[in-house]
């Protein structure tokens, strides 16, 4: 062998040594501990105003909401006590009158009454008032007593009392009597 292939040049010897100093040209400088503290307390900081933030922000939304839901509470009745009011007007209107004539005393009830049904229809109210021979629905008719009748059994026999719902929830059953069994 010869001596130029046993001692190779300085450029055969470190063919690496140049992307070496562009990696080193490219690392940040190194920072001093008293620095690294800094930026971190500084983090720190900002972490700490941001949760705060968001903690006031979340008190303030639940805040928000109880307020809400105390005034929905408070004023859930308010438009159906509006489609009331006229028919509040029409009764002290009835009892201011010196009406003699018990059929338009009767007439005057019966509009009454419309204006009532027209509120409760306004307010999502609905009647609950089963025909004689409806099957009995425990679900919105309570039955007051079993009586002997030639229906089948289970079946209304005479409504006592009319019933009510509110947006489909039974506020009320109807007052029922079923047919005993046979």
Known sequence: MTQ???N?????????AEPL???AAETPPVKT???EIAELNQKIGELQDN??????EGENIRRRAVEDIAKAHKFAIESFAEHLVPVTDSLYAALSTDAGDAKAFKEGLEITLKQLLSAFEKGRMTEINPAVGDKFD??????IASVPSEQESNTVVSVLQRGYTVADRVLRPALVTVSAPK
């Open 8 to 16: 190779p040049s300085p450029e055969q010897e470190n063919p690496s």
């Open 51 to 56: 949760f705060l933030r968001a903690k006031a």
């Open 138 to 143: 425990p679900h919105h008719h309570q039955a």
């Open 21 to 23: 100093n562009e990696a």
């Open 4 to 6: 130029e292939n046993q």
């Open 33 to 35: 501990p008293e620095q």
